[in-house]
C-alpha cells in the first residue's frame, strides 16, 4: 500500500527497524531546543510529518518498548489514533513516568506508528445479549492463571 505523506522535518521518513516490524519509527522535530520532560511531565512533542490515510484505515501511534523499559517514557494516550481525514502535524504526547528528567532531542525515536485497518459499525439497538460463559462478569473475573 502507499500513502501520501509530508516531511517537514529534516529527518528520514518513518520506516521500519526490522523486516517483520509492524510499526515504524517516528522521530522528532525539534531543531531549536531538545524538550526535558521532568518526572511526571507529558508534552506534545511534533514529528513534522502528515499523512492521508486511505479511507477504512487509522495510524497508531504507540509507545517505544525500550524508552518505556529503560527511562519510563511512555506515549500518554496510548494507542493515539490518527483517522483517515486528519491532515495535520503527527504530534506524540509522551509523558516521563521514570525517576530522572528525561532529555527529547532532535531526531530521537520518541514512537511507533502502526497503520491498521479497521470496520465501521452501524448498531443495532437490542433488549437482550445472547449469553456466554463470561457472562458479564468485568475486571479480574477470567482470573490470572
Known amino acids: ?3 501520501k505523506i509530508i516531511n517537514n522535518s ?11 516490524s509492524a ?10 531546543n531538545p ?3 521532568l518526572p511526571g511531565e507529558f508534552q506534545l512533542v511534533p514529528t513534522g510529518i502528515q499523512i492521508a490515510l486511505p479511507v477504512g ?3 497508531q501511534v504507540r509507545p517505544r518498548s525500550g524508552l518505556a523499559f529503560k527511562k519510563g517514557v511512555t506515549v ?15 504530534g506524540v504526547i509522551l509523558i516521563n513516568h ?30 437482550s445479549l445472547d449469553n456466554t460463559d463470561r457472562g ?7 482470573g490470572t492463571k
Not at 119 to 125: A, H, I, L, M, N
Open 10 to 20: 529534516s529527518h528520514e521518513l518513518p520506516s521500519y527497524s526490522t523486516e517483520l
Open 136 to 142: 458479564t462478569g468485568g475486571f479480574g473475573s477470567t
Open 76 to 90: 500518554l494516550n496510548s494507542p493515539g489514533t490518527i483517522d483517515a481525514d486528519y491532515r495535520g502535524d503527527i
Open 98 to 127: 521514570g525517576h530522572e528528567p528525561f532529555e527529547v532531542s532532535d531526531g530521537e525515536r520518541i514512537a511507533q506508528l502502526v497503520i491498521a485497518r479497521y470496520e465501521r459499525v452501524d448498531w443495532c439497538p437490542s433488549k
Open 23 to 32: 510499526g515504524m519509527d517516528l522521530r522528532a522535530m525539534l531543531p531549536d
Open 1 to 3: 500500500m502507499q500513502i
Open 57 to 59: 484505515f487509522e495510524a
Open 35 to 37: 524538550i526535558v520532560l
